[in-house]
């Protein structure tokens, strides 16, 4: 069967929804990076459970577990909020309610990073 | 019969098509329990997020600031929001790797489909009641 789109719309591949597999390829890729990022995440928990500060401080002041840290931060805030987008679209059919939902969902992971990534910093310069 | 679509415009009865039924009518299946799953504990651990947040500042506030997130959490209430968001991230993780699988075409078999559905949930009670454990009988704490 012939296409109905017009050899423009095929050659950017975007479909119907203008923005093609991009949120689905960034979900997975995100995805893939967390399987490794959250079994070291689980290590350091276990790791540091029940020790003092002194433990916590001297461990995330390390430049590469400061590294890892932020990585891991960085990259499940925007899993996270590639699967809000979603559940967001699945749910909230009013559109002014989704842009308000959508836009207080980027500004708290922006916040949330934020304050991670500036404590990682105060920790490694304590 | 069959209501109009909410969206769609009013038809006569007579060229009322009938919709799919909706989730309420199926009997739960561990595929489907598994899917809901996903999305609850993905949004459960956005939650955890902020705990992530709290305690990387509670470090970075010295003996006081890491003291009293300890008190906090260590609270029975505390304890068991904390094993939720352990078996939420061993869930999601497990089952996580199982939608990878499917994204590279493996496991979509009804049968396999419903094992591996029962496989993530007995994984991932077993680890998160395991890390439970680790802890309880003292073998944490190893980066000090």
Redesign the interface.
Request: proline fraction near 3%.
């Given at each position: 069967m012939s296409s109905l789109q017009t050899p423009l719309h095929r050659v950017q591949g975007l479909g119907a929804s203008h923005s093609g597999t991009g949120h689905f390829w960034r979900q997975r890729v995100t995805a893939v990076a967390l399987v490794p990022l959250g079994l070291w995440f689980a290590y350091v928990v276990l790791g540091l459970a029940g020790t003092t500060e002194v433990a916590a401080v001297s461990f995330l002041a390390h430049p590469w577990n400061a590294l890892l840290m932020a990585a891991f931060v960085v990259t499940l805030l925007y899993h996270l909020t590639l699967g809000l987008q979603v559940v967001i679209d699945d749910y909230v059919h009013t559109p002014g309610a989704k842009i308000v939902l959508l836009l207080l969902v980027r500004f708290a992971v922006i916040a949330t990073g934020s304050i991670c990534l500036f404590a990682l910093i105060r920790i490694a310069s304590l | 019969m069959a209501a109009p679509h909410p969206t769609g415009p009013q038809k006569p009865a007579s060229l009322q098509r009938p919709l799919s039924p909706h989730l309420t009518i199926y009997r739960w299946a561990p595929t489907m329990i598994v899917s809901i799953a996903h999305?609850i504990t993905?949004?459960a651990?956005?939650a955890g997020?902020?705990v992530?947040?709290w305690w990387?500042?509670?470090?970075?506030n010295?003996?006081e600031?890491?003291?009293s997130f300890y008190a906090t959490v260590a609270t029975p209430l505390g304890l068991i929001v904390l094993f939720g968001f352990t078996w939420s991230?061993c869930f999601h993780?497990l089952n996580?790797?199982r939608?990878?699988a499917w994204?590279l075409g493996y496991g979509f078999g009804k049968s396999v489909a419903g094992q591996s559905a029962v496989l993530v949930i007995a994984l991932s009670l077993i680890l998160s009641a395991a890390?439970f454990a680790?802890?309880w009988t003292g073998h944490?704490?190893?980066?000090?």
């Open positions: - | 999305r993905g949004v651990l956005g997020a902020l992530l947040a990387l500042v509670a470090i970075s010295g003996p600031g890491y003291q991230l993780m996580g790797i939608h990878l994204d890390a680790f802890v944490a704490g190893y980066l000090s």
